[in-house]
Nanobody
């Protein structure tokens, strides 16, 4: 059984930055698509933010974060990152790390972390 563990969330002012990390244990991430999902406060659905293929050749972002967020991965560290810049209040919520086989921004992933809270507020 493997785990995805997110970290790096917190409280930040609008316009600020955060870097989320997700480290896998029990399995190597190298052959997997990795991604991030966002669940806004009071909403049940989780929306895809970004995903990246195992070799990094395929990267996708939801339109609302393009130019502000950057996904990256360090396969040697078994870790995926989400650099979040120019944060807005609507970016507030729980961010989940996912792993799967296809880089898509819908919820068709089998493996999820437990999430890390991001709050953007002045």
């Amino acid at each position: 059984q493997w785990q995805l563990v997110e970290s790096g969330g917190g409280l930040v002012q609008p316009g600020g930055s955060l870097r989320l990390s997700c480290t896998a244990s029990g399995r190597t991430l190298e052959s997997y698509v990795v991604g991030w999902f966002h669940q806004a406060p009071g909403k049940q659905e989780r929306e895809g933010v970004s995903c990246m293929s195992g070799d990094g050749g395929i990267v996708r972002y939801t339109p609302s974060v393009k130019g502000r967020f950057t996904i990256s991965r360090d396969n040697a560290k078994n870790t995926v990152y989400l650099e979040m810049n120019s944060l807005k209040p609507e970016d507030t919520g729980v961010y989940y790390c996912v792993a799967g086989r296809v880089c898509v921004l819908d919820s068709g992933y089998d493996d999820w972390g437990r999430g890390t809270q991001v709050t953007v507020s002045s």
